[in-house]
């Protein structure tokens, strides 16, 4: 990690600040994210009930809670956006590391999420539908949709647990054992706690002469909490890092919160929506409180590296800086719209600013680059040397300029050298001497010195017979 | 450098990003913006004149509109983040950085937008009679938060072009408000009016309506194309008017690509056709000609939707070798960092590279400085395919070709390394084309061994 540094940029607020607008927006963000979740759940509890083995006045049970998905699942997503910000905002290198270590799930995300919402709304809106096609739509949409909280537990886990990322990568996309273990309490627990708040929410949403409903959502949410406390001791356990006294202090008071609401509700007087509220938010709020103090205890101090490294980057660019700007100047001047300017960027490097064959990279080239100004040639040549290459050569194909740039390239040649230059006899009996390094041309300095000079007279003799294309 | 470098096989980086922003822009310029201006402007019809046929015609299609925005459009907005956050961090990283503040407001915005969106939709059969002007009024406000939230985005995404003074002064307002900002938004907003009347009377055509409606509303809905469409292509003319001579020489390949940069006709070929297609479906659709609208509904929403690809492929291209010019290349190099990495390194400046385990050899240097410097366009056996583009030449020709990339193609950015590191890279590239190197589809550039390809 001792190389590694903060983006360059600075920060756009205090870092406290950053941590505290993250805590607001996150636990909203959970908020309706868990909801969402438990609507999914119980939902498709309920479309499956309807069909098979419940009872007969359920069936409305499902479309009442489902049809509600379409604005939980819209506010858990926009609300999503302000702790996504901040997140990276605060703590870009271990956040974008996390992602980047689990690239192709993460990426998963915007697909599960679609399929997921467009199943599960067609689930809600299609009531009169084949139960069998709403099931097995909505199961689809449903695992979709928990496959996305375990993407993003994977993500957190990974960002809060640097030592671990060396070995993720060479592992390929799985977190090593006890962080896997961490993971999968993690998960869980979110997802025991949706069933939870989404029961909680369904609950209260019921009007109260509907009992059965009632006690229906009642048993979903003592189950869930029961659920929970065993989850809650697991993932307490399985915490990589040693919990501080924020973590510990807040996990009892939402622990506490847990026992109480559990009575509450066990009572034949269930507490009233108020109550109810307050005490779901003395589990929630502690709780991610808990999971705050542990990410910090986690990330602080490596950030704190981070950003002493960035500041000493910055120093080491800013000699640089001036050539950098200078450079972005020039390349906004350089407009590549004439053939002249083509041949200076493009062609000059190798083949010389006189067409000479003596650019800046000619002696780096086994093949030495053509000398353009000496070789006369009818244009469709220039044009499919510039469109296919010379294999064997440095030469590339120049298709990355379209036909317009490409005339305009050939006949800036033209004018510029074919007028003064010829391919000589001396040049060619050169070539019929040495060969052509890099094409088929093989040397024919056998040949008699008169034999090569006769074929260099009537090669010459050609040529004076073509007209110029 | 900073972070890992992943790829998206055979697909590569750019396109990944690109099918999920055309289909975002489709939804929030076309749907949300643009059907529903209609569903808004129709319920009011519905409620002035008063024409039941409007209301219900208004209802249905905002029921298709907030399941396309909800479901789709929203997740694939936050989508294109979510892709730059993996596949182009230092990217996504700087900009978050340099727009906060417009991204925070954004953020009000956005939840604003669906708060009202959804108050609109759930309350369509509740707020009626007297209730029904704020009714109205609570859809303007939803259309409202949806253009201020194109406001904003247009000015990073002009600022991602042309950044005016920011390199220089690193003022805020000056990045925001750059020279592409205004023409962009008008364009964007046009775009979204002429796509809002395709795809309304599509429906409209396509749905079960008493004639009289139809042929009423059809009118409307024509009038919205044609003005649109006309006021889209004014728009489009401003916006490269002001757009650097330098980028927008660039702009006929961007689309055409290599594949077809010999026959730059049909860039005006195909064009032409959209335009003319899309003005003649608005043409019918006001003269009431029923089945030449309905042969030219889908094909004019899909041209429309060609288009939508084919302006943010050119936007996104023609900026070459920058991701955020004056700042950052396409491959995330700083500008400045350039020089320091011809004179430290570009491997030993790497965490990535220099702590991983089995780091020697060609295959695997090659590789991360492939990963490093071109695999933000280049892919290994996909789109885009390197080994394709160095076929053919030699290894010492790839090596020239590399000192000057962003020479000979004005999009490239250059080579960040050292000489080395660069004869390296070309040795890698020009064993992987001559088979001397199995390389496979890799999508993870790592040292070691053959980790990360596929």
Redesign the interface.
């Known amino acids: 990690?001792n190389?590694?540094?903060d983006?360059?940029?600075?920060?756009?607020?205090p870092l406290g600040v950053i941590r505290g607008l993250l805590f607001g927006t996150f636990a909203l963000h959970m908020l309706l994210a868990l909801i969402t979740l438990g609507t999914a759940i119980l939902g498709m509890v309920y479309v499956a009930r309807s069909g098979w083995g419940g009872k007969a006045g359920e069936r409305p049970w499902a479309k009442g809670i489902l049809h509600t998905l379409?604005?939980y699942?819209?506010?858990a997503?926009?609300?999503?956006?302000?702790p996504?910000?901040l997140i990276?905002?605060g703590f870009?290198?271990p956040?974008?590391?996390a992602?980047?270590?689990f690239?192709?799930y993460?990426?998963l995300?915007?697909p599960f999420?679609?399929a997921a919402?467009?199943t599960l709304?067609f689930v809600a809106a299609n009531t009169k539908a084949r139960p069998h096609l709403r099931l097995a739509l909505g199961t689809i949409g449903l695992a979709l949709l928990l496959a996305v909280p375990g993407i993003f537990v994977a993500i957190l886990t990974a960002t809060e647990y640097s030592g671990a990322w060396?070995e993720i990568?060479?592992r390929?996309y799985r977190l090593p054992g006890p962080l896997a273990y961490h993971w999968l309490f993690r998960y869980l627990h979110v997802i025991g706690a949706s069933v939870v708040f989404g029961a909680a929410v369904h609950y209260f949403a019921t009007p109260e002469g509907e009992h059965e409903r009632r006690r229906s959502l009642l048993r979903w949410m003592l189950g869930g909490l029961l659920v929970q406390i065993v989850l809650g001791l697991l993932l307490y356990l399985s915490v990589p890092a040693r919990p501080g006294t924020v973590a510990n202090f807040s996990l009892a008071l939402s622990v506490i919160g847990v026992v109480v609401l559990f009575w509450r509700l066990s009572r034949p007087l269930p507490p009233s929506l108020i109550s109810a509220v307050s005490l779901l938010l003395v589990i929630l709020i502690p709780m991610l409180l808990a999971r705050q103090a542990l990410q910090d205890r986690a990330i602080l101090p490596l950030h704190e590296k981070l950003e002493g490294n960035a500041a000493r980057y910055r120093t080491?660019?800013?000699p640089?800086?001036a050539?950098?700007?200078w450079?972005?100047l020039q390349?906004?001047?350089?407009?590549?719209?004439s053939g002249q300017t083509i041949y200076v960027?493009?062609c000059a490097?190798?083949h010389g600013q006189q067409a000479d064959g003596k650019g800046v990279?000619a002696a780096?080239?086994?093949?030495p680059p053509e000398v353009l100004g000496a070789v006369r040639a009818h244009r469709a040549y220039f044009r499919d040397r510039l469109?296919e290459?010379v294999?064997?050569?440095?030469?590339?194909?120049f298709?990355?300029?379209?036909?317009?740039q490409?005339d305009d390239l050939v006949s800036s040649l033209d004018r510029t050298y074919h007028r003064r230059y010829t391919l000589t006899p001396q040049r060619m009996l050169e070539v019929i001497t040495a060969g052509y390094p890099?094409t088929a041309m093989p040397a024919f300095a056998s040949l008699g010195s008169d034999l090569r000079r006769g074929l260099v007279e009537y090669a010459g003799s050609l040529y004076e017979g073509q007209p110029r294309r | 450098m900073q972070f890992p470098i992943y790829q998206v096989p055979y697909l590569g980086n750019g396109m990944t990003i690109a099918l999920d922003a055309v289909l975002h822009v489709v939804i929030s310029h076309g749907f949300a913006i643009g059907v529903f201006s209609l569903i808004v402007l129709g319920e009011y019809l519905g409620w002035r004149k008063p024409s039941e046929a409007w209301e219900s015609f208004a209802h249905d299609l905002l029921r298709i509109t907030v399941v396309i925005t909800t479901g789709i459009g929203a997740i694939t907005g936050v989508g294109i983040w979510f892709l730059t956050s993996a596949l182009e961090p230092r990217g996504i990283g700087s900009l978050l950085r340099i727009f906060f503040w417009p991204w925070f407001v954004e953020w009000f915005a956005f939840t604003g937008e669906v708060i009202a969106i959804l108050i609109y939709y759930y309350t369509w059969t509740s707020w009626i009679g007297e209730r029904k002007p704020r009714h109205i009024q609570t859809g303007a406000i939803c259309l409202a938060f949806a253009v201020a939230s194109a406001f904003l985005i247009t000015g990073i995404l002009g600022f991602m072009l042309t950044p005016d003074g920011w390199p220089w002064n690193k003022s805020l307002w000056w990045a925001f408000f750059n020279p592409t900002f205004l023409s962009q938004l008008l364009l964007r907003l046009s775009g979204a009016a002429a796509m809002g009347g395709i795809f309304a009377t599509g429906y409209l055509l396509f749905a079960a309506r008493e004639e009289s409606f139809r042929r009423e509303a059809l009118r409307l809905f024509g009038r919205v194309v044609l003005w649109g469409t006309l006021a889209t292509g004014a728009c489009a003319g401003w916006y490269f008017a002001v757009v650097p001579s330098r980028y927008k020489a660039q702009a006929v390949f961007s689309v055409l690509t290599s594949a077809l940069s010999q026959h730059p006709e049909l860039f005006w070929i195909g064009n032409g056709v959209a335009v003319a297609l899309i003005l003649l479906l608005g043409r019918a659709a006001t003269r009431g000609a029923m089945p030449l609208a309905r042969a030219l509904a889908l094909p004019a929403a899909l041209l429309a939707v060609a288009c939508v690809g084919e302006f943010e492929r050119v936007r996104e291209f023609i900026r070459g070798p920058y991701v955020m010019p004056g700042y950052m290349y396409a491959n995330q190099v700083l500008l400045d960092e350039k020089p320091l990495f011809e004179r430290e390194g570009l491997l030993r400046s790497s965490f990535w590279y220099s702590a991983a385990s089995g780091r020697q050899g060609v295959a695997s240097g090659g590789r991360y400085l492939f990963g490093q410097n071109c695999s933000v366009c280049h892919t290994i056996g996909g789109i885009n395919d390197i080994v394709q583009r160095v076929r053919g030449r030699s290894e010492d020709g790839i090596a020239a070709i590399i000192a000057h990339t962003h020479e000979m193609v004005s999009f490239m950015p250059p080579f960040s390394g050292t000489v080395e590191e660069r004869r390296l890279l070309a040795r890698y590239l020009y064993q992987a084309a001559t088979g001397g190197i199995a390389v496979g589809v890799p999508s993870r550039f790592v040292a070691g061994g053959a980790e990360g390809t596929k």
């Open positions: 990690m190389t590694l540094f983006v360059v940029l600075g920060r756009p607020l379409l604005g699942k819209s506010l997503v926009v609300l999503g956006v302000a996504l910000l990276q905002v870009p290198v956040f974008f590391t992602v980047n270590l690239a192709p993460w990426m995300v915007i999420l679609i919402f467009l709304d060396l990568i060479q390929g080491a660019l800013r640089f800086a050539q950098g700007l450079q972005y390349t906004l001047e350089t407009v590549y719209d960027q493009s490097f190798c990279e780096n080239l086994t093949v469109r290459g294999p064997g050569s440095g030469m590339p194909y298709t990355v300029y379209t036909r317009g490409v890099g």
